[in-house]
């Protein structure tokens, strides 16, 4: 079955800083998310299901309750009858809530950005029967929602109620997590990624190495990307607090240099070790978003066949 | 430099605002929150361009005369500290101080000094300058800064001796003003005295200005020689067949150091020789003299002690005034027979310093010749109706001294308004514990004498009945009843005073009259209402005649003090109520159709100690070196203001000031045109 996507006019092409507005996160995912319907993606893996795959020839060791006997009445051969099987993957967001997070100029900060986009994927995955769950981490782990079919409305709850209040670190609380997600899934890891591309990257291999497949979804402000100020004016880090006077109009241009530098950095770290990796601009709709993550499931299907 | 109004430099802060305006207006600090500032490298603060001063000579003309004229306010002044001093070179300020006190009279010492002077004024240079100052417990220029010789000359040779005793401080003082407002480059002070100890009291605080040289000249003489004095007379009165008389005791001391034989002290009493005695005094010895009985014959008889010539003659005359002691005339109100008087009467009866001329009298009969006469009254427990109450108003008001003993039937009226308390109903202690006479404000000249101990004791006293009083606004409360009820009040009335005792004054109410306080207490209450004063037989050189308290009293424009010189002195020459006595003798205040008042003025006795200092104490307190001839260094504490109007610094600064201010205007025009 071909993966198809229907795009869905409504919601989720909205200004995500029009989004943030409405502040109830189930109704923002749930107008985003509407028009995706059930089973888009395949899963990776054969498994017990009604829907028939294939045929294969018996090999010692296969369950015997497999075997198709009809066929084997018919061509006196055993036939071993395999299905697809549906998702029922594990799902988890890991959420940056950093202080750094805490940060918007367009009327949405990166964090409420993050938790639509959190929102939005735990409803598109929840309508795929898939299990659902949510980290918010900063130097620790904060909020941890096991993955379950169950637990929609749960995370959704915790997003809610979600506050940057400290300053953040990848390392961690990534590794901490990796003992957490032994059963391969889904993580999708949304952060502003306020440091080194190899410190990132040896943040989350170990989740890596653990079967999951990740994405990685860089949140960033368009003032970060573009630093339009003008005037002088003294600068503080949000989660250090170090303050420092810069002179923006001499500064811009190598300012953006280094930043294109850090994103080009990191999407050659991610892709080296196969993990898909998306830079998100608060300003854009979330639709962006959503189709990225879904077009990175349907190459993840298709590299499995 | 310093400056006299150093606070006008905070008007200098006034100039930068509009600068530091300019300069921060658009200074924004608010703070940009960013996320991280991993990419933001650090580099230096570098503020938005300034707007720039296109005309900086014309700000720079404004500001600077504005700080000029600033500062010419602040009233600036170089120290005459910092005045660059060469020593030994240029023109020289000289200043002689030439002692002309009594002393300066023994033997030839006068003449020495006049020479000495002289011969100074003859060393002074074509470029010199030089002003001699006269001194004695005083000090006047003579001739001030002059480069002529002659008037410096002519000023040493109409200097004499006078009366006054040496006080080297004011000398020293007029001779460090006159150097801190010179500008040439060497000052020198030359004092020619006979450097008496009693002259100098060592810590004086002079200071003369830096550089200035002190040369002492002492003119000692011969030192032996005789020389004996009349320091002091005393007087003792006495009355043998109602004469008045008075017998003269005059000490007599010697300080040379050699035996005074074949003296004579003589006593003159108006110009006539009233007695003679021999006097031998040993070496540094002192004798006591007494002459006969003098008769007083009337007021403001003129009596000296002479004691025969020695080689200091003002010391040998010590002038006295004999005069009848004045009686305090009190006049007593009271009830007539039975009223009460008779212990009244008999306090007042005893004393002779001074006497009480007592005329007793009822309220009705009282004449406006009696209040006129009479320097205190006593209302002695008896009932004042409005119209007398208004007449003893205005005679308190005038000077009287009014004593109101508020006995059974004492009442006054409430419409005049001088009592110090009105007078309520009586107290009545006969029963029970008698009220005490206490809190007594000894500071008061009524109850000064009961101070000490031993000396009278009014807790003692009981006091039976008294009449309740409250004290009025402005009334002052000398005594009280167990320490609550007023006793003894005081209140001022125009000149004159107004004292309550709120009970009677003979024994119906209290043991007062039979008690040793009373007397001194009737004494002393109307001493001070009678204003009475022990009159001074004599004063010394130096002190101030007081017109004020003089018994002419009349306006000072028609008063004229004769003095010993003869000269004749309009008191408002003087422009106050005092005069300065500056001569030995007998000085005469004359009024218009009133008695002469006589002073007698004498030398100050401790002048005649002809003892003598080291010069070199001056000259090392003057200047701060103990180097006498030729000392450096030092400087008297001038005041800034004297320093800074010598000077005039700030009228230069304030014409630069407006000066730059046209330029500026000028400049400006010109800008504005192109």
Partial sequence: MATEIHAIPGARFMDPAVLARIGNLELVSRA?????????????????????????????????????????????????????????????????????????????????????????????????????????????????????????????????????????????????????????????????????????????????????????????????????????????????????????????????????????????????????????????????????????????????F | ???????????????????????????????????????VRRIPYQSVRRRKIQHWLLLLVRVTALA?????????FIRQADLPIVPGAGARELVVLLDTSYSMGFGDRWESARAAAQDQIKRMGGSDRGSVVLFSSGADIAVRASMDRSPLAAAVAAAKPGSGATRYAPALKVAGGILAESTLPRREVVLISDFQRTGWRGEEGIRLPKGTVVTPVPVTGSQDRVNASVPAVSLARSTFSDQERVTVTAVVTN??????????????????????????????????????????????????????????????????????????????????????????????????????????????????????????????????????????????????GLFVAAGQRASWPQEVDILPGSIENPVDRTRGDAARVGALEYAHPVFEPFRAPRSGNFSTVPVYQYRKVTPAKDAQVLAKFDGVAPAVIERRVGSGRVLLWASALDTTWSDLPTRGVFVPFIHQSLRHLAGYAVPRPWLTVGQVLDASTAAVKQDAAQRVVLTPSGKRVPLQDEGSEVMELTEQGFYELRARDKDVVVVAANVDPAEGDLSMMDPKEIALAATGTGDSAGAQGGGTPL???????????????????????????LMSNRLAKT
């Fill in chain 2, 639 to 665: 005041t800034p203001e004297a320093q800074e109007r010598s000077q005039r610094l700030w009228w230069y600064l304030l014409i630069a000031g407006l000066l730059l201010l046209g330029a500026d205007t």
């Fill in chain 2, 1 to 39: 430099m310093q400056f006299l109004a150093p606070l006008f430099f905070v008007a200098l802060a006034g100039l930068a605002i509009p600068v530091l305006l300019h300069l921060t207006q658009r200074e924004k600090k608010q703070i940009i929150r960013f996320p991280s500032l991993m990419f």
């Fill in chain 2, 255 to 400: 300080r040379a150091d050699q035996p005074v034989s074949g003296t004579t002290l003589t006593l003159d009493v108006n110009g006539i020789k009233h007695g003679s005695k021999p006097v031998k005094l040993e070496p540094g010895g002192s004798s006591s003299v007494e002459f006969e009985p003098v008769l007083v014959g009337g007021r403001n008889m003129k009596a000296t002690v002479t004691l025969s010539p020695d080689a200091l003659a003002a010391d040998n005359t010590f002038n006295f005034i004999i005069s009848p002691t004045e009686p305090v005339h009190v006049t007593v109100v009271d009830r007539g027979s039975g009223g009460g008087g008779l212990y009244l009467a008999r306090a007042l009866a005893v004393g002779d310093a001074p006497r009480f001329e007592v005329v007793t009298k009822q309220l009705e009969a009282l004449g406006d010749d009696d209040l006129r006469r009479s320097a205190a009254i006593v209302l002695n427990d008896v009932v004042v109706q409005p119209s007398q109450a208004r007449r003893l108003q205005r005679y308190v008001e005038q000077g009287g």
């Fill in chain 1, 32 to 304: 985003v998310v509407d028009g995706f319907i059930n089973g888009l993606h395949k899963t990776p893996y054969f498994g017990a299901s009604v829907d028939f795959a294939e045929h294969r020839g018996y090999v010692p060791g296969d369950d015997i309750r497999r075997m198709d006997w009809k066929l084997w009445a018919r061509t006196d051969r055993y036939y071993i009858k395999e299905y697809e099987a549906e998702s029922n993957m594990n799902f988890s967001v890991l959420l940056d809530a950093s202080k750094s997070m805490d940060y918007g100029s367009k009327g949405i900060t990166k964090l409420d950005y993050a938790r639509i986009l959190t929102a939005c994927l735990t409803n598109l995955v929840h309508h795929q029967r898939d299990r659902v769950g949510f980290v918010a981490f900063d130097t620790e782990v904060i909020e941890h929602v096991p993955p379950s079919a169950k637990h929609m409305e749960t995370v959704l709850h915790v997003l809610d109620r979600l506050k940057a209040g400290r300053p953040g670190n990848l390392k961690e609380p990534l590794h901490k997590l990796a003992e957490h997600f032994g059963r391969r899934g889904v993580l999708v890891l949304i952060s502003d990624l306020y440091d080194d591309p190899d410190a990132i990257v040896d943040a989350v291999q170990p989740l890596r190495f653990r079967g999951n497949d990740i994405i990685v979804f860089h949140v960033l402000d368009p003032t970060e990307l573009e630093f339009g100020f003008s005037d002088a004016q003294p600068f503080e880090d949000l989660e250090s607090g170090e303050q420092m006077p810069v002179v923006p109009d001499a500064f811009r241009d190598e300012y953006r240099s280094l930043v294109k530098a850090h994103i080009d950095a990191l999407t050659q770290a991610f892709s080296a070790v196969r993990v898909d990796y998306t830079l998100l601009d608060t300003s854009k709709p979330l639709d962006f978003a959503l189709f990225r993550y879904l077009s990175a499931r349907s190459k993840m299907m298709k590299s499995r």
């Fill in chain 2, 68 to 76: 000029l004229i600033i500062f010419a306010f602040a009233r600036p």
